[in-house]
């Protein structure tokens, strides 16, 4: 693939959205390399999360950092990218996009507060404890009418989720090189 065609995508939402799952299916579907953002969290940032203690902006900027340093690590080496992050407020997105030196799409995975608290309840082994989803909720800047940004229904199965943020994706791309 050519470095100028290479493309970034972020998977956005808060906890229990289902982003690896949607993210690491659309990678798939892509035939792009897939990044957890969650394993560049540093060990004091999961340790909080464990404890039920939200983190603040000072503890997720490095955290962008390096997720926004894989993104333009994968264009510059001239693969398309699909990564997972939080992405939860309008500055963390614009830090990412800066980040990853170029364009960036997100797809915001977007599910009414019940259906999180399920899926976040029916999760075994993740470090983060479904008494942050209200916090997360309450941080979440919504990214609907930003610029590259598609918003999926979560309340669908993976395969359809990923149809739709594809199907999205598809369309914004399109627009753009129309406007070429």
């Given at each position: 693939m050519e470095k100028?065609?290479?493309k970034a995508v972020v998977v956005m939402g808060v906890s229990g959205a289902g982003k690896t799952s949607i993210a690491a299916n659309l990678a798939k579907r892509l035939g792009w390399i897939f990044v957890e953002g969650d394993r560049l969290h540093p060990q004091?940032?999961?340790d909080?999360?464990?404890?039920g203690v939200p983190l603040t902006d000072d503890d997720r900027w490095p955290w962008l950092d390096a997720i926004g340093g894989e993104l333009a690590a994968a264009k510059a080496r001239g693969e398309s990218i699909v990564a997972t992050c939080s992405s939860l407020k309008r500055s963390y997105r614009e830090r990412l996009r800066t980040a990853s030196q170029g364009p960036l799409y997100f797809v915001f995975l977007d599910g009414s507060e019940a259906l999180l608290s399920v899926r976040m309840g029916e999760r075994k082994g993740h470090f983060m404890p479904a008494s942050l989803l209200?916090?997360?909720l309450a941080t979440l800047e919504s990214p609907q009418g930003e610029e590259g940004v598609?918003?999926?229904d979560i309340d669908a199965s993976i395969d359809l989720i990923v149809d739709s943020a594809l199907t999205g994706l598809e369309n914004l791309w399109r627009a753009e090189?129309?406007?070429l």
């Open positions: 100028r065609s290479a004091a940032n999961i909080k999360m464990a404890h209200h916090s997360q598609v918003t999926v090189e129309n406007r």
